[in-house]
Nanobody, 121 residues
Framework: VQLQASGGGLVQAGGSLRLSCAASGRTFSSYAMGWFRQAPGKEREFVAAINRSGSNTYYADSVKGRFTISRDNAKNTVYLQMNSLKPEDTAVYYC???????????????WGQGTLVTVSS
């Protein structure tokens, strides 16, 4: 499966952005999906994940209550709604697809190219 992330940009602190990740192929609904981010000089970190049906979601403590992950299997797309953004949310955001939901990068088999989110103070 090929993943294409979009929706990043420059936003002021307190603002909102919605990231999208469009998947190719007809097997999107068979994959758990995750969002990760990587800030300059830091390791890639887990942000959020969602199971195949969309019935279960998981979040890093740092984004809980501010970010919402969702998916539309009919559109082969996963979303990350980001509200109350903070400067520390600045990073390249990656979507990923894998066989199981995980809060670490290893279990994910496919990765998008990343989209840059910059939050100014």
């Amino acid at each position: 499966v090929q993943l294409q992330a979009s929706g990043g940009g420059l936003v002021q602190a307190g603002g909102s952005l919605r990231l999208s990740c469009a998947a190719s192929g007809r097997t999107f609904s068979s994959y758990a999906m995750g969002w990760f981010r990587q800030a300059p000089g830091k390791e890639r970190e887990f942000v959020a994940a969602i199971n195949r049906s969309g019935s279960n979601t998981y979040y890093a403590d740092s984004v809980k209550g501010r970010f919402t992950i969702s998916r539309d299997n009919a559109k082969n797309t996963v979303y990350l709604q980001m509200n109350s953004l903070k400067p520390e949310d600045t990073a390249v955001y990656y979507c990923a697809a894998g066989g199981i939901v995980a809060e670490r990068p290893g279990p994910y088999d496919y990765w998008g190219q990343g989209t840059l989110v910059t939050v100014s103070s």
